[in-house]
């Protein structure tokens, strides 16, 4: 569809039409359209932009996933087609393996999202496997690639569901995620909560990955100390009510 750049909703259709070009290309799902209206909703909310609040939670991220170890990213069907360059450049400067991980369970959906991916320049994309799982989850998502979120010590699953953040939580992982709803029970139980646009926050996060990267241990550790989840949400959700 071409959108008029002058129309007053431009960004907003364009990052829509992200979310159909993935249905249409069988990279997400349909139920991926009901959690991009629920997205929508809440950034109408947030007033559209990066907040402060988000701000912080983008310094604390990039803090942890530099002092992390073994760094996953974990992609699903929206995040494919809303920022797959972006999960590219993360992985690349991170040396963070990017593996497929979907909710509705489909072996060629899969395989579609990892074409995706390595159209997009990604050079090696993880699938999950059957052989592998992680504990306290029942749903497909439970399945893991055992170079991937199976030794991980931090996993970054933007638009997450609540369950299996809380499982990887539970396996003892540390949890970033980007999700505009900050009453979700992703955004409620994970480490760090980025509450903001994907197709903003990621450029956002790149962009500390690379100032960060120059800082050393200490420097680091101090970032992610100061850092409070539920007071970024608690400010999250008064931005919300003050409107
Ligand atoms: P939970 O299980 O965590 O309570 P849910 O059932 O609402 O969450 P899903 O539908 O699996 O979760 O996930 C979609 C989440 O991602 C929603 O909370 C939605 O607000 C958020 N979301 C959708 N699109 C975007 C986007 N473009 N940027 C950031 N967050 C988004």
Known sequence: MNIPKSHPRYESLKTRELVVSGIKRGTTSLHGLTAHGRGEAFDYLLGEKTNDFAKKSIEAAAAVLLNAKHPVISVNGNTAALVPKELIILSNLLNASLEVNIFHPSKKREIKIKNHLIKNGAKNVLLP????????????????????????????????????????????????????NPLSRTSQKATITIVD???????????KVKQFEKYNHNELKKIIKDYNNKKILKIALKTIKKL
């Not at 690639?145 to 931090?154: F, W």
């Not at 369950?163 to 992982?173: S, V, W």
């Not at 646009?197 to 962009?207: C, F, H, Q």
């Open 129 to 180: 496997d059957k052989k592998y799982k992680i504990k306290f989850l029942e749903s497909n998502r439970k399945y893991v690639n055992p170079d991937g979120i199976l030794k991980a010590d931090v996993v970054f699953v933007p638009l997450e569901d609540g369950d299996r953040t809380e499982a990887l939580i539970k396996n003892g992982n540390k949890v970033i995620t980007i999700d505009l």
């Open 197 to 207: 646009n994907i197709v903003r926050a990621m450029p956002l996060l790149i962009k």
